[in-house]
Each structure stands twice: as C-alpha cells, then as structure tokens.
C-alpha cells in the first residue's frame, strides 16, 4: 500500500542541526511532489517546503528559508529534511506528506507520515 | 501569503447533530483549490475534502464541502462518535499553501 515512513524521534541541543528522512513505498515515487509540514505541540500546521522528487527542485516557506534544505535519493526512494541552527521553537512533530495528484506540486495532501517527534533542548 | 481564518474557534455539538465549519480567506486564490483535514488525538490529519467539494478516497458521505472566492464551509451532517476531533482548512491555490489556524469539535 501507499506510504511514507519516517525515521525516529531526536533530541537535538540548541544551535544543532536535524536530518529526518521519509521514505516513501507503494507508487511511482517520481511522480509525485513531497512536502514537510510541522506541528507545534498544541498548534496548528506549518508548511515549511516541496521537493519535487523527480528533478530535485525545491521551494521554501519564506521562514525557513536559509535554514532548510531538502534533498531526495531516488535509489531509495528517499526523501530528506535538514533544519540547522535549531532553536527551542523549533520543537514539534514533523511530517512528510504527498498530495492527492501527482505531477502538480500543490493539491491535497493525501498520504502523511507518521510524523517525527524532534525536541530541541539544552 | 493568504490568511486563511476559521470559525468557530470550538464547536460543541452532541453525536448526531449537524456541524457546520466555515473558513474565510484574506483574499480570493486560484481556483477554488481547498482542502479540509480531520486530525484526532495522537494522529496525522486525515484529509477529507479537496478542490474544495471532492471527498476524498474513504470519507463518508457525511462530510462534505462547499464555497468558493473566500468563503468555503465543510458540514459534517450527522455527527458520529469519531468525529469530534480538530479540522483544519487550506488553500493551495496560491503559493505558498497556507492552513487555516482549526475548529475543536467537541461534544456537548
């Protein structure tokens, strides 16, 4: 079946820098867009960025931008999210996702993963 | 960036009453690309509706969506048990997409 499975919790210190990792199973992995969405505890969702796995073009949120980068194997259908100078807002659930069409880089996000914990703290 | 905005904030209903969410952008996007998430407790949203009125694979027909410019409305006809959980709503017309800040549905 369709998913995306992410690697495992982290705690990272301050100033740290994070990679998660999803990798996605189940449908051509080229042809659809993936993205990253995060969630505060107790908050509402954050789009941080896509990747488009097939040329490995990205596009940022303007609050990120210089912080993130996005990457993808497509020998392992593999898609990668680097966050560096981690701050303690930057504790939350982190999540890859793909939209319900492929090639558009926006529509609905239909298959989520299953989120990575990541807690910043000294 | 568009803004989008939900309300109510919460709503308290009891199993098998109707539910209606609204979600209001600063300004009209392309199409009438939008989107409503469920998310329970401990889990990844779940999305419901796309473009705005198209259920997604699996959804029961008890949800549905409407709207267009800047006023979208999802209903959920008749609530069940596993339906009192946090909705979110958003656009993807504009880039970047933006969500909606969620609507608690709670029971009464």
């Known amino acids: 079946q369709v998913q995306l499975v992410q690697s495992g919790a982290e705690v990272k210190k301050p100033g740290a820098s994070l990679r998660v990792s999803c990798k996605a199973s189940?449908?051509?992995?080229?042809?659809?867009?993936i993205h990253w969405v995060r969630q505060a505890p107790g908050q509402g969702l954050e789009w941080m960025g896509v990747?488009?796995?097939?040329?490995?073009?990205?596009t940022y949120a303007q609050s990120f931008q210089g912080r993130v980068t996005m990457t993808r194997d497509t020998s392992t259908n593999t898609v990668y999210m680097e966050l560096s100078s981690l701050r303690s807002e930057d504790t939350a659930l982190y999540y890859c996702?793909?939209?319900?069409?492929?090639?558009?880089?926006?529509?609905?996000?239909?298959?989520w993963g299953q989120g990575t914990m990541v807690t910043v703290s000294s | 960036d568009i803004v989008l905005t939900q309300s109510p904030g919460t709503l308290s209903l009891s199993p098998g009453e109707r539910a209606t969410l609204s979600c209001r952008a600063s300004?009209?996007?392309?199409?009438?690309?939008l989107a409503w998430y469920q998310q329970r407790p401990g889990q990844a949203p779940r999305l419901l509706i796309y473009?705005?009125?198209t259920r997604a694979t699996g959804i029961p027909d008890r949800f549905s969506g409407s709207g267009s410019g800047t006023d979208f409305t999802l209903t959920i006809s008749r609530l069940e048990p596993e339906d009192f959980a946090v909705y979110y709503c958003?656009?993807?017309?504009?880039?970047?997409?933006?969500f909606g800040q969620g609507t608690k549905v709670e029971i009464k």
């Open positions: 189940g449908y051509a992995f080229t042809n659809y867009y």
């Open positions: 996702v793909r939209p319900v069409r492929d090639a558009r880089p926006w529509a609905g996000f239909e298959i």
């Open positions: 473009d705005a009125s």
């Open positions: 300004r009209t996007f392309s199409g009438s690309f």
């Open positions: 990747i488009n796995p097939r040329s490995g073009g990205t």
């Open positions: 958003q656009q993807y017309g504009n880039s970047p997409g933006t």
